[in-house]
C-alpha cells in the first residue's frame, strides 16, 4: 500500500485501477467552473487530474487510504489548496458572462484597459462612453464654421452640380466613417486602434504613415485650434458691438485682446482630464452648432432674397482659370465635412466585448449626429444661395451676409444670439479638436518616464499648448481665406486612407464588390487631393489674399 501511495502522490496521468468496490456516491468528480475552451489552458489542467486521483487513492480505506489522500494536497502549488469536497475550485478570476480568456476581443480588451500606458493618457484614460456621448462628440466635431461657407462653392458650381456634389461628398464621407468605425476593433490581431495615426502607422509602417498622414493629422488638430481661435475671437467682438450698442461709452478691446480672452476660456475648459470628461461640453456644442446654423437659413429665407441676385455660375476668363474655379470650389465642399481624425479616438471611450462590441453604439450614435449634420449642412447650402447668390461674401459665408447685409432689419436679440451661439461653439470644438494633440503630447512623457504625467505637468501642458495656438492665430489671422486649398491637404483623411486601409487590414475578395469600390475611390480620392491643392494654390496666388502677418483685423 505505500507503494501505491507513492505512486499517487506524483500525480500520474491515469490513477491505477484498484480492486473494485461499490461506487460511492458521495466521491463524484465536482464539475469545473470553466467553459469548456478552457480545459487544456495551461493554468488548468493541473487541478482536474489532482482531484481524480485522491478519490482513487480513498478507496483503499483505513489509515493508509488517509495517508495517501494526505499526500496529494502535498503536490499542489501553494494558494489554491481548497479542501475537497467542500466547494468547486476557481479557475478563473473572470466573471463567467464575459468572453473566454483566449478570444480575440478578450486580447483587445487586455490590450487597452490593462495596458498601463494606455490607461494614463487622455483618450484611453476612461472606458464608460456609450452612444449618447458618441453622438454628442460626432455632432460637435463634424458640424463648425467651415459650413457657413458652402454658399460660395455653389456660386462656382450652380444649383444642379452643386446639389449634386454635396451629396455625392456627404455619401462618400459616410461610408469612410462607416469604414473607420468598423476597423477599431481587429478580430484576428485581437487589438483596438484608438487613434487614426496609431491605426495607419500600423497599416502602412511608420515611415509611410509619417510622410503622407502626420502633416495632415496633426493639421486638423492643431490646425483647427488655430482657426477656432480667430472665429472665437472675431465674433465675440461682433457680439459685444452688438450687445453694446451704437451708443455705448465702453472702451472696446483690440482684436488681439479678443482672441486672448478667447483663449482664456478654451485653456480652462482644456483642464478637464479626458475625452469622456468633456461629453457635456460637446452636448452644449452640438446644440449651438445646430442652433446658430438653424437661425442663420431661416433669417436669410425670412427677410428673402436680396435685390439684383443672380444664379449664373461665376465663369472666370480663361478656360484654366475655370477649371481651378470649380476644382476650389470642390475643395471648399470637402472642407465642411471634418471629424474622420477623431472617429477611432471617440471609439476608443467605449466599452467592448464579444457580445457587445463597441462599433454598435458607436454606429447608432453617427447615424443620429449625421442625420442632424445633413440636416444643417443642407438647408445652410441651398437656403444661403437662394437668400444671397453671388452676392455672398467670400470671407465669413453666411455669418458675413447676415451682419452685411440684415443687421438693421434683424432684432439685436436674434443676432447677439447668434454670434453668442458661434463663440460657445469654438469653445467646445476646441476641446475635442485639442484632445489628439494632448494625447500626443502626454505620450511622449508617459513612455519615457514609464508613470502618469503629474496634474501639474498636465495643466501647464495644455495651456502651453493653447496659448501657443494664441500665437499661430496672431500671427497668421489669415487662414480662413485659403479654405479650398485647406480641404485639399485634409481630403485624404476623410475620403481616401480609410478605403486603403479597409483593403490592407480586410483583404476583400479580389475583383470583389468591396474590392471595386474602395480602389476605385482610394484612387479617384487621391487625384482629386492633388488636383484641390493645386487648384487651392492657384487661387491663392491669382486673385491674392490680404496677408497681414501679426495684424488681425
Known amino acids: 500500500m505505500s507503494n501505491e501511495a507513492n505512486e499517487i502522490s506524483s500525480a500520474p496521468i491515469t490513477p491505477r485501477p484498484v480492486a473494485p468496490k461499490p461506487p460511492v456516491a458521495s466521491q463524484q468528480q465536482p464539475p469545473v467552473s470553466c467553459p469548456p475552451s478552457q480545459y487544456n489552458s495551461p493554468s488548468l489542467s493541473r487541478s482536474p487530474l489532482l482531484e481524480a486521483a485522491v478519490p482513487a487513492a480513498n478507496h483503499h480505506g483505513g489509515e493508509e487510504g488517509e495517508g495517501a489522500g494526505a499526500i496529494v494536497p502535498s503536490k499542489t502549488p501553494k494558494g489554491a489548496r481548497t479542501p475537497l469536497g467542500i466547494r468547486t475550485p476557481r479557475m478563473s478570476l473572470t466573471p463567467r458572462f464575459l468572453t473566454p480568456l483566449g478570444s480575440p476581443v478578450r486580447k483587445a480588451l487586455r490590450a487597452t484597459r490593462l495596458d498601463p500606458e494606455d490607461a494614463w493618457l487622455p483618450i484611453t484614460e476612461s472606458r464608460n462612453g456609450n452612444k449618447y456621448y458618441a453622438a454628442f462628440h460626432t455632432l460637435c466635431s463634424g458640424i463648425g464654421i467651415q459650413a457657413l461657407v458652402l454658399p460660395v462653392a455653389f456660386t462656382i458650381l450652380g444649383w444642379t452640380w452643386g446639389i449634386i456634389c454635396l451629396t455625392i461628398a456627404f455619401i462618400w464621407q459616410l461610408y469612410t466613417l462607416y469604414l473607420l468605425v468598423h476597423l477599431h476593433e481587429n478580430i ?249 494633440m494632448f494625447d500626443h503630447m502626454e505620450s511622449k512623457y508617459t513612455s519615457r518616464k514609464k508613470q502618469p504625467l503629474p496634474w501639474w505637468l498636465r495643466c501647464i501642458g495644455r495651456a502651453m499648448f493653447g496659448f501657443g495656438c494664441f500665437f499661430m492665430a496672431v500671427a497668421i489671422p489669415f487662414l480662413g481665406s485659403v479654405a479650398g486649398l485647406i480641404g485639399g491637404i485634409a481630403l485624404p483623411v476623410t475620403l481616401v486612407y480609410p478605403c486603403w486601409m479597409w483593403l490592407k487590414i480586410k483583404k476583400p475578395k479580389k475583383y470583389g464588390v468591396s474590392w471595386w469600390v474602395n480602389w476605385v475611390l482610394g484612387v479617384l480620392g487621391m487625384g482629386l487631393t492633388v488636383l484641390l491643392i493645386a487648384a487651392g494654390l492657384y487661387v491663392v496666388i491669382d486673385t491674392g489674399i490680404k496677408v497681414s502677418f501679426f495684424k488681425p483685423h
Open 188 to 436: 484576428e490581431t485581437g487589438v483596438r486602434y484608438s487613434r487614426y495615426m496609431q491605426l495607419f502607422s500600423l497599416t502602412f509602417g511608420d515611415r509611410t504613415a509619417n510622410l503622407l498622414g502626420l502633416f495632415p493629422i496633426m493639421y486638423l488638430s492643431g490646425g483647427t485650434c488655430v482657426a477656432l481661435i480667430v472665429i472665437g475671437g472675431s465674433t465675440s467682438k461682433l457680439f459685444f458691438q452688438t450687445v453694446c450698442g451704437a451708443t455705448c461709452t465702453a472702451k472696446p478691446l483690440t482684436t488681439v485682446e479678443w482672441y486672448l480672452l478667447f483663449t482664456c476660456f478654451a485653456v480652462m475648459f482644456s483642464l478637464l482630464p479626458n475625452l469622456n470628461s468633456i461629453a457635456g461640453v460637446s452636448l452644449i456644442g452640438a446644440i449651438t452648432a445646430v442652433g446658430y446654423c438653424t437661425l442663420m437659413w431661416v433669417v436669410s429665407i425670412t427677410e428673402g432674397r436680396l435685390p439684383g441676385v443672380s444664379y449664373d455660375p461665376i465663369r472666370a476668363g480663361t478656360k484654366v482659370a475655370r477649371v481651378f474655379d470649380v476644382l476650389n470650389a470642390l475643395g471648399i465642399i470637402a472642407f465642411a465635412f471634418r471629424g474622420h481624425n477623431l472617429i477611432l479616438e471617440i471609439q476608443a471611450t467605449m466599452p467592448s466585448s464579444e457580445k457587445h462590441p463597441s462599433h454598435v453604439p458607436m454606429w447608432r450614435g453617427v447615424k443620429v449626429s449625421y442625420t442632424l449634420i445633413a440636416a444643417c449642412l443642407y438647408p445652410i447650402a441651398i437656403g444661403g444661395y437662394w437668400a444671397y447668390g453671388h452676392l455672398i461674401p467670400k470671407e465669413g459665408g453666411m455669418l458675413s451676409a447676415i451682419y452685411g447685409f440684415h443687421s438693421k432689419d434683424v432684432s439685436q436679440f436674434i443676432l447677439g444670439l447668434l454670434s453668442l451661439f458661434v463663440v460657445v461653439n469654438a469653445v467646445s470644438s476646441f476641446q475635442i479638436y485639442g484632445m489628439p
